[in-house]
């Protein structure tokens, strides 16, 4: 079975950081071609890709409003991703979720297959 769990969400002021983690169970990433995404939904808004990588190539994308501020990055050993979030602003504030796609052809949509449950950040002004 598998099993997506994110942690590492909460309350931080504007101008804070925060690391989110997604532990990944009951697949490995690590030697195949997978997409590993974080998604986030804010109250009243849909659900948006805020960055995505390719396991085997490393490519990564961020949705414009992230850019520069919040980086993806992946841990093999681990089994696991992260989304470092830097100089967060209010607008940031919503559940983050993180999502992957398995091969042959991993996509990084809303219609990926696997999904955790969310974490909440919350951006204080």
């Known amino acids: 079975e598998v099993q997506l769990v994110e942690s590492g969400g909460g309350l931080v002021q504007a101008g804070g950081f925060l690391r989110l983690s997604c532990v990944a169970s009951?697949?490995?990433?690590?030697?195949?071609?997978?997409?590993i995404a974080w998604f986030r939904q804010a109250p009243g808004k849909e659900r948006e890709r805020v960055s995505c990588?390719?396991?085997?190539?490393?490519?990564?994308d961020y949705t414009d409003s992230v850019k520069g501020r919040f980086t993806i990055s992946s841990d093999g050993a681990k089994n696991t991703w992260y989304l470092q979030m830097n100089n967060l602003k209010p607008e940031d504030t919503a559940v983050y979720y993180c999502?992957?796609?398995?091969?042959?052809?991993?996509?990084?949509?809303?219609?990926?297959?696997?999904w955790g449950k969310g974490t909440l950040v919350t951006v204080s002004p």
């Open positions: 999502a992957a796609d398995p091969p042959p052809i991993p996509s990084c949509s809303r219609t990926m297959d696997y």
């Open positions: 990588k390719n396991t085997v190539d490393g490519a990564t």
């Open positions: 009951g697949f490995t990433f690590v030697f195949d071609d997978y997409a």
